[in-house]
């Protein structure tokens, strides 16, 4: 959702694409849940389950987002900029579930598990919330 309120307020994607991929390792700072949290006690096929779920959800929740409140209608940036914000844990993902065993997918994982706080639910949701409504706040309220 991050990536699609960059989106909707920045239109030229050379800005938004690049700040939607940075936003992702400044949002892993922030405590937060999300379907890796607690992984090493998770199959591989629960975390791709839920990895799917996740997916879904914050497609069609950055969607409603853009269109309903953002009132906004360019599709191929709001999911240039999802896909960039999403992007580390995509490659990420390449070795933790798939078990792809590529150096620079290791080292994307490596260094997302340093800087990544998780928070278990409900109050790591309620920060996601919260850090989605105040940065909605500072860009579309006080910019």
């Keep these: 959702m991050v990536g699609a309120l960059i989106a909707g307020k920045i239109s030229n994607p050379l800005i938004s694409v690049p700040l939607a991929f940075a936003s992702h ?9 999300d379907e890796g949290t607690y992984w090493r006690k998770k199959s591989r096929l629960r975390l791709f389950n839920e990895t799917v779920v996740d997916v879904v959800i914050s497609l069609t929740l950055s969607f409603v987002l ?15 900029c999802v896909f960039a914000a999403q992007f580390p844990d995509w ?7 798939l078990g792809i065993n590529n150096p620079i997918f290791i080292w994307v994982e490596k260094v997302q598990g340093g800087i990544n706080r998780k928070l278990d639910k409900p109050w790591g949701i309620v920060t996601q919330a919260c850090t989605v409504v105040l940065l909605y706040t500072v860009l579309y309220k006080i910019f």
């Design 25 to 33: 390792f400044v949002c892993d700072y922030i405590p937060h849940w």
């Design 66 to 80: 853009y269109r309903n409140i953002l009132l906004q209608s360019d599709y191929v940036s709001l999911y240039l």
């Design 91 to 97: 490659i990420a993902s390449m070795h933790l579930i």
